[in-house]
């Protein structure tokens, strides 16, 4: 019998993140099926808009702050949820499966000795339970879960949880201050990708494989992504050759994404890709061979040479956008 | 320096998944299974560290018979000596790492290596419940490291970017792909580790807190419409994103 459902809401750069959103939002719903309270905490230093998380539904948000604590240390961070979340009593632990997530979260579980259920596309509560659901083999399969220890912690994909308001609420900000940081583990500096969307949190990704035959040739994706707003995705065999980046690859060695559009140049459709990019919402492939693999997930397939194809869908969107 | 790397037997990437007819677990028959994908970039790195500052190297494998499989491959990559932690049974993630952390402890490790991911289960969880449990420092989806002395360097990957770590030993470190390049077993290599032992020991922890109720396959997503040929069906698919999908 769950009382009281913990959010962790993620900072970086002193913001909110977008995934954290989602898991305040499904947090607030799980609670009211679980007839649990809510509330969420928050780690870092000067963060903005806090009061806001009162419209996905959670009336209440502590701020453990410290200026020592702006940016990440897995020491510092782990060592104040754990104590947090005793002092809270929550049962019900919720975070983003994100870099920083997957950190806290099993360090979470060890404190507690609890059931922990990672990267869930779905939690629903039957007889007063929750029923995860998470894919395995990057999506190959999916494991229906459930938990046996008084408390439990999940992690929520990115992005596959919807955002969006649900009440009117201005949230109750407490603020407190930590004295001592245990930084023996930590962050000393952050390098961002100039400009670069992750594809993990990206609503549209453009994706390109062999068919686009050179490094140099991903210029046209790029310019595509960047006119949609969009993130730039890669198969493996294109990272193998050291044409893209290993943080582009989609796939099983690489990331499992779930974007509203995938468009997928150049790929044929390996099982590892098909794996690690199937859940995306509506699927475009541009293809030479028509008999790719690729088409057989794709909502809408063009067979023909991106060559041709790509360079005249970028003129007619920047057409419509005019 | 006592460096362990955990390594698992997981099933070829290529490979067709089939739910068994209990529909809780994976059907075995027809797979091949491989050394997991990651676990090669922790090897890399565990023998990187040894060839620069000496020691030995372990690896530990939890499962069945056949992860012996796996281990003798690894042991051909150069490491010194192999474990089996051996169940039939199926443990979550938990009870996995209590039984590598106690098998850590005992192999009084300074350093341990091991993919930041195991592409059977993927939850990406291992290296930080086994630090946890050990209280050592942590270093997860590493793509850089560095040892001087006691002290750790090392970038690890997150969303958009990369963040570099300081921290110290004793630590565990999660292996992503671009680490560094794997190598390939010797022929010498590969003969040595025929002869060499892969000692079994029973494992010491199996409360699960995490059940599977059902394993089931995804939707087959229903084969959608090649819109057209060419450059020509470019118009048709921006209105079909627009108004249909609704997505741009």
Redesign the interface.
């Known amino acids: 019998m769950a009382n009281k459902v913990l959010i962790y809401v993620e900072q970086r750069d002193g913001n909110i993140k977008k995934s954290s959103f989602e898991v305040l939002k499904k947090g607030s719903e799980l609670a009211l099926s679980l007839n649990a309270e809510v509330e969420a905490i928050v780690i870092g230093n000067e963060i903005n808009n806090l009061e806001n998380v009162g419209v996905y539904g959670v009336n209440k948000i502590t701020n453990l702050k410290n200026s020592e604590l702006a ?2 240390s ?2 510092a961070y ?1 060592e104040l949820l754990n104590n947090f979340v005793e002092e809270a009593d929550a049962d019900i632990i919720l975070l983003a499966n ?3 997530g ?2 806290l ?3 979470l ?3 507690l ?7 869930c596309t779905e939690l629903d509560v039957i007889n007063n339970n929750i ?1 995860a659901t998470k ?15 008084p408390k ?1 912690i999940y992690t929520l994909r990115p992005n596959v949880f919807t955002v969006g308001q649900i009440s009117n609420s201005i949230a109750e900000v407490i603020t407190k201050n930590i004295d001592s940081v245990n930084l ?10 100039e400009g ?3 594809v ?2 990206a609503d ?1 990704i453009v994706s390109g494989g062999r068919g686009l035959k050179a490094a140099e040739n991903f210029g046209m994706i790029e310019e595509l992504a960047s006119l ?1 707003g969009a993130a730039t995705g890669a198969s493996r065999a294109v990272v193998d050759a050291g044409w893209r ?3 582009e ?1 989609v796939g ?3 990331k ?1 994404v779930s974007p ?2 995938y468009i997928a140049v150049g790929i044929s459709g ?3 890709h098909l794996a690690g990019m ?2 995306s ?4 492939a541009i293809n030479k061979d ?1 008999d790719a693999p690729i ?11 991106a060559f ?2 790509i ?3 970028i003129k ?2 920047k057409k ?1 956008n005019a | 320096m006592k460096i362990v790397v955990c390594v698992n037997h997981v ?1 070829d ?2 490979t ?2 089939n ?1 068994s007819s209990d529909q809780k677990t ?1 059907d075995s028959n027809g797979v091949t299974y491989i050394l997991n ?2 676990d090669e970039y922790a090897i890399e790195e565990a023998l990187k560290t040894k060839e620069s500052i000496g020691g030995e190297i372990v690896a530990i494998s939890l499962g069945k018979e056949a992860n012996k499989e796996t281990l003798r491959k690894v042991l051909a990559l150069g490491v010194d000596n192999a474990v089996l932690l051996k169940t039939d049974e199926i443990l ?3 009870s996995v ?1 209590k039984s590598l952390a106690n098998e850590i402890k005992a192999q009084e490790a300074d350093l341990v290596f091991m993919g930041k991911q195991s ?7 291992m290296g ?2 086994v ?3 050990l209280k050592f ?5 590493a ?1 850089s490291f560095n040892l001087d002395g006691n002290k750790i360097t090392a970038e ?13 030993i004793p630590a565990v470190i999660t292996a ?3 680490l560094n390049e794997p190598r390939y077993a010797s022929l010498k290599g590969i003969m040595a580790a025929k002869k060499k032992n892969i000692e079994e020991k029973e494992i010491t922890s199996t409360n ?11 939707i087959a ?1 229903p ?9 020509s ?3 048709e ?2 209105r ?3 108004e249909e ?1 609704k ?2």
């Open positions: 940016s990440y897995v020491s782990s994100t870099s920083m997957k950190d979260a099993p360090a579980s060890v404190k000795n609890c059931g922990l259920v990672i990267d029923i894919p395995i083999y990057a999506g190959k399969a999916l494991t229906i879960l459930e938990t046996n220890s439990s023996s583990n930590k962050a000393t500096l952050v390098t961002k990708t670069k969307l992750d993990t949190e549209i949609l980046p290993h943080s690859q099983q060695t690489g499992t509203n559009l390996a099982i590892q199937q859940s919402k509506f699927i475009v028509k088409f057989s997930v794709a909502d809408y397939g063009i067979a023909g040479d041709e194809v360079p005249a869908l007619e969107i419509n | 099933p990437t290529a067709r998944i739910i994976l994908p990651y979550d993630s938990l790492a592409v059977d289960f993927d939850n990406s969880i930080q419940l630090a946890a449990l420092n942590i270093v997860s989806t793509i690890r990957e997150i969303e958009g970017g990369k963040e570099t770590i300081e921290t110290t992503q792909k671009g699960n807190f995490v059940n599977v109720l059902e394993m089931k396959k995804p997503k084969a959608g419409k090649i819109v057209g040929v060419d450059s069906a470019v118009p698919l921006v079909l994103l627009k999908a997505v741009i």
